[in-house]
């Protein structure tokens, strides 16, 4: 079903942001990076989500949600997978601040856009819903991530947490689609 994709995309997508602060520790120690580069590409990242979602939302109404939601997908996994490989400042700014902000900012538009226009009538409960994805994700990927760096060091971590992320929300994506409405609404509207 549309609320329990939109669920997931929630949950994976907001799941996988927040477990930089899982990774913090590892790059402090590993890297010797000051507590404020490191906060810094969070920081971009996020910023850049907001910014782009600007842009994905516009996409969504001329191409919908499942191919916005696929890219997504990809660039969300090769900004983690990349991650695995920093050595140097600027690869941080530019894998998690950059390619994983641009990826992310498909996260909240499409889940909660598309959970908009599939339910009319109960769009407020259906969207409470979807909204819960986000705290079960805040709840339950950094504990995952948590086990995956006690057992395999944070750089494999970053590898399996991109791809297996990459992989639920590419397999989400495909479920998603427009709303039944489109077809009868002008196309001025999707321009």
């Known amino acids: 079903s549309i609320a329990a994709a939109c669920f997931m995309v929630q949950a ?6 927040v477990t930089y602060g899982v990774f913090f520790g590892s790059f402090v120690e590993e890297l010797q990076w000051s507590r404020a580069v490191i906060s810094g590409a969070s920081s971009l990242a996020l910023f850049l989500s907001g910014l782009f979602a600007m842009l994905v939302g516009r ?7 499942r191919l916005l939601m696929s ?3 990809v660039l969300i996994g090769i900004g983690h997978v990349l991650m695995a490989g920093i050595e140097e400042i600027w690869q941080l700014y530019l894998f ?37 994805g986000t705290g079960a994700g805040q709840l339950f990927v950094p504990l995952a991530a948590s086990f995956l760096i006690a ?25 998603l689609k427009r709303d039944p409405g489109v077809g009868k609404r002008s196309t001025s509207v999707l321009k």
Do not use: E
């Not at 950059?98 to 498909?106: H, I, T």
């Not at 750089?155 to 992320?165: C, D, P």
């Open 59 to 65: 996409l969504t109404d001329r191409y919908g949600p």
């Open 151 to 175: 057992s395999f060091g944070w750089r494999s971590s970053y590898v399996i947490l991109g791809l297996g992320a990459s992989l639920l929300l590419f397999l989400i994506a495909q479920v």
């Open 96 to 132: 998690y601040g950059v390619v994983f902000g641009v990826g992310l900012s498909a996260v909240d538009v499409i889940a909660l856009s598309t959970t908009a226009r599939w339910f009319t009538r109960s769009r407020g409960m259906m969207t409470g819903i979807v909204k819960v």
């Open 71 to 73: 890219v997504s997908a």
């Open 12 to 17: 994976v997508g907001v799941g996988t942001l």
